[in-house]
């Protein structure tokens, strides 16, 4: 048995490409029985099944991407776009999705690589990628 007040705890499994990453903040208890293969974690507090993580760009970047969605779209001004909203929950289908890109490489005098356009499912998605194509351009 190991007790550990670390950060984080990463592990993996014998013959296993993948690695498990625990990140805690409170006491964690190991037990091995004695196998390497057969690990189990008793934890103090539960975390939550379900994380988001964004990065920071620029609200001014995402007010603008939020502004062509909406223009593009036909959205009224009282429909709310914010920077985790998906392109579908507001009806979008690719079609409308390409216009999107289309729009954003407009106002924002970039050009993005079809499997990336692919890729952009919310505001804050494509806000994260034009930011990444401006300073490539600008570099």
Do not use: H, W, Y
């Not at 805690?24 to 975390?47: C, D, P």
């Not at 079609?95 to 499997?115: Q, S």
Request: with cysteine; hydrophobic share 40%; glycine share 4%.
């Amino acid at each position: 048995m190991a007790t550990s007040f670390c950060s984080s705890i990463s592990m993996q499994a014998p013959f296993s490409a993948t690695t498990t990453r625990f990140c805690l903040n409170k006491q964690a208890t190991i037990f091995n029985n004695g196998k390497t293969n057969n690990l189990s974690f008793s934890l103090r507090r539960l975390m939550p099944a379900r994380l988001a993580v964004s990065c920071a760009v620029k609200q001014e970047t995402v007010e603008k991407v939020s502004e062509i969605v909406k223009k593009q779209l036909s959205l009224t001004d009282d429909q709310k776009v914010i920077a985790g909203t998906k392109f579908t929950e507001l009806g979008a289908d690719s079609l409308d999705t390409v216009e999107i890109v289309m729009g954003l490489e407009e106002e924002f005098g970039i050009t993005m690589a079809e499997e990336r356009a692919k890729e952009i499912a919310t505001v804050q998605q494509a806000a994260e990628l034009i930011e990444e194509l401006v300073q490539e351009k600008t570099a």
